[in-house]
């Protein structure tokens, strides 16, 4: 068998191989996903939540530590400067 032959037939087959896995993957997003959630809907976190507000719900109690912390660590500064102001009297 000629070489170039060969390479005409390797040629063939990677094209059509590509073309095989380019069809798989359009198959599989708009076929097999939707087929796949119907049978398997999303799961729910506890209390109902589906993941996406679950993960909104715990972003917000996120921020609201921030908060929390933010003004904590302001109350203590100030009581810090307080306690720096009445040093000096106390001397």
């Known amino acids: 068998m000629d070489y170039r032959a060969l390479a005409g037939l ?14 798989m993957g359009f198959s599989v997003k708009y076929f097999l996903a939707p087929v796949l ?9 506890p209390g109902g939540l589906t993941p996406d507000a679950a993960d ?4 917000n109690l996120e921020d609201r530590l921030d908060a ?8 203590t500064e100030a009581e810090r400067f307080d306690r720096q102001l009445r040093r000096p009297a106390e001397e």
């Open 10 to 23: 390797v040629m063939i087959a990677l094209f059509g191989l590509s073309t095989l896995v380019v069809a």
């Open 37 to 45: 959630k119907d049978l398997f809907p999303p799961r729910q976190a």
């Open 56 to 59: 909104t719900r715990l972003a």
């Open 68 to 75: 929390i912390e933010r003004g904590l660590r302001q109350l």
